[in-house]
């Protein structure tokens, strides 16, 4: 082939190739507008990727300033599944994935170097068959919030070209990963609001059946039905210790579950063969049915500083 020609071919060459990383960051920005799930973001980009640049693992991991540390939060590796789980911590040193992170830089190595990474997770990783990779840092806004890895089973996998389109991808990323840690900002608030309206409104409906009911069944029965919307439960006692101090009465039942057997409501427990509140050290009553205890919900009533009841 002459001069020219060549010239020529490789010119073709290197437009396709650009044109075909171009379509990929496409595909990935598609994929991040798409997902809020970081497991999913991560696996939408392993796949537009792998058709790219060959790879056999990918792994997103996230920093918590809080608790300075670095945690896996997204992992692709087909081959292994049992290789790292989701919110394993990876060590701030001693992995191209912390150095990443810390240099804010990209980092390529085409073989092991357990000199340079001696942590336990690189010789996991080796032993699990990977022998090259590459990590880029997940930075938005100057903010760094991570960074992600690329690792292949054969050496030398990637090159500097990978690189430069990795690094780009975890831009990408990196915006992904913010919006993803901002909606679930959004959405613990939102669940922490309706909880203290839902609690509010419980506290309202738990007074207003207090000043309205005189029999203690009615009562039970009443803020039973307004608790079950927040604390789901199947029965309610309501337990009053006596004047020596021994012994439980029950006062009052209420049965949601269906074909429950008769209860005794006149039953007198021992006291002291009761466990006892390590905060108050009240009594507990406990009611097991065929060896196997029932789930309950608690809330210890005071009077006059001394404990009266428990509702179970």
Not at 65 to 90: C, S, T, V, W, Y
Request: glycine share 4%; with cysteine; net charge neutral.
């Amino acid at each position: 082939m002459d001069p020219a020609a060549a010239s020529a071919h490789e010119r073709a060459s290197n437009e396709r190739g650009a044109a075909d990383r171009a379509r990929v960051l496409l595909e990935i920005n598609n994929a991040i507008v798409s997902h809020l799930d970081l497991a999913k973001v991560l696996h939408a980009i392993s796949n537009c990727l792998r058709r790219e640049i060959k790879h056999d693992f990918a792994g997103l991991a996230l920093y918590d300033a809080e608790k300075n540390e670095l945690r896996l939060h997204a992992l692709d590796f087909p081959q292994d599944q049992q290789f790292m789980k989701q919110g394993q911590l990876i060590p701030l040193v001693g992995t191209p994935a912390s150095l990443a992170f810390s240099s804010r830089k990209p980092v390529l190595r085409h073989r092991p170097d357990f000199e340079e990474f001696p942590s336990d997770i690189m010789k996991l990783a080796y032993a699990r068959g990977i022998r090259s990779g590459c990590a880029v840092p997940l930075i938005c806004h100057d903010k760094i919030v991570g960074s992600m890895v690329v690792a292949s089973l054969r050496e030398a996998a990637f090159t500097e070209h990978d690189v430069e389109l990795l690094t780009q991808i975890g831009v990408q990323a990196a915006i992904a990963v913010e919006n993803a840690q901002n909606f679930e900002k959004a959405r613990a608030a939102q669940a922490a609001v309706t909880l203290e309206r839902d609690r509010t409104r419980l506290l309202l409906e738990v007074n207003n059946a207090v000043v309205s009911h005189l029999d203690l069944k009615d009562l039970l029965k009443s803020i039973s039905a307004s608790l079950r919307r927040i604390v789901p439960h199947d029965a309610a006692f309501v337990t009053i210790l006596d004047s020596t101090g021994e012994n439980l009465r029950l006062q009052a039942l209420d049965l949601h579950t269906p074909n429950s057997a008769p209860f005794d409501e006149s039953i007198i427990r021992r006291a002291h063969g009761c466990r006892r509140d390590q905060q108050t050290g009240a009594p507990l009553l406990q009611w097991s049915e065929r060896n196997e205890e029932v789930g309950r919900c608690r809330s210890c009533l005071q009077a006059l500083g001394q404990s009266l009841s428990r509702a179970t």
